[in-house]
């Protein structure tokens, strides 16, 4: 059974539909949530123990927040979460979506981990960090320059794992695939058919939920998950085990 037992776990995106989810998972397995999300969003939700509303993509708020979080108690955990992306094919990618993108989902996230790590090495209970990242980042399936941040997210937590190990901290990554979230509400409203389509591409013949990817993270930042480090955990519907739309083809 999970159990943080009052630990202070730290998360990014707490606002929007996967980082909803994970705050009802953490705070039911008795993490004290230090929900971090931008001006805009709300963080009032039952099982938010402490609010953190700073800007990702400005690194002085970054490390100011990092300070204030530190001030109140090490945390036990550091969920990276949020991530955006809207260029979706290399067409897309201009010079300004390719510096926000990167920022967002990599570079935030890196200064961030890097700001808290030094408070929580040598933990009696140890540390851990969880990167969500992408499929994206195994495979291309659109999305460049989303999917090349998610991939340097990838390596940076095999750093944090590789160097940091000896001082009691774990970095793992889970991996996605395609959650329904509102992030596919402009796709749909461009196809309304899409969500069906892309559903047949998954062995498992749907989409990831939500609260799926919420239990997943919540395992690998609890003391459950105690020997796990430097791994990155698939939470895709079977989408990375081959291609299924291939073998529906010869198959036929």
Request: aromatic share 4%.
């Amino acid at each position: 059974m999970i159990d943080f037992a009052g630990g202070r776990v730290v998360l990014t995106g707490a606002a929007g539909g996967v980082g909803s989810a994970m705050v009802k998972v953490l705070s039911a397995g008795g993490a004290k949530v230090v929900a971090c999300d931008r001006e805009d969003m709300d963080l009032t939700a039952d099982g938010i123990a402490e609010s953190h509303h700073f800007d990702l993509l400005d690194d002085a708020a970054v490390a100011a927040a990092a300070e204030r979080i530190i001030r109140a108690g090490a945390p036990a955990a550091v969920i990276s979460n949020a991530g955006w992306t809207r260029a979706e094919t290399l067409a897309e990618v201009t010079t300004e979506a390719l510096d926000r993108e990167m920022d967002l989902n990599f570079r935030s996230a890196a200064l961030l981990s890097k700001a808290l790590l030094p408070s929580m090495r040598n933990r009696p209970s140890g540390a851990a960090f969880v990167f969500i990242s992408s499929v994206n980042a195994l495979a291309h399936c659109g999305n460049p320059a989303y999917s090349a941040a998610k991939a340097a997210l990838n390596a940076w937590m095999r750093a944090i794992a590789t160097e940091e190990g000896k001082n009691g901290v774990r970095a793992n990554v889970v991996v996605p695939g395609s959650i329904r979230t509102g992030a596919w509400d402009h796709r749909i409203a461009e196809k309304p058919g899409i969500l069906a389509a892309v559903s047949r591409l998954y062995p498992l013949g749907r989409l990831v939920e939500p609260a799926e990817v919420a239990r997943a993270a919540a395992f690998l930042a609890s003391s459950a998950a105690s020997g796990i480090t430097g791994v990155t955990l698939n939470v895709d519907a079977g989408l990375m085990a081959g291609n299924l739309p291939f073998l529906e083809q010869i198959s036929n």
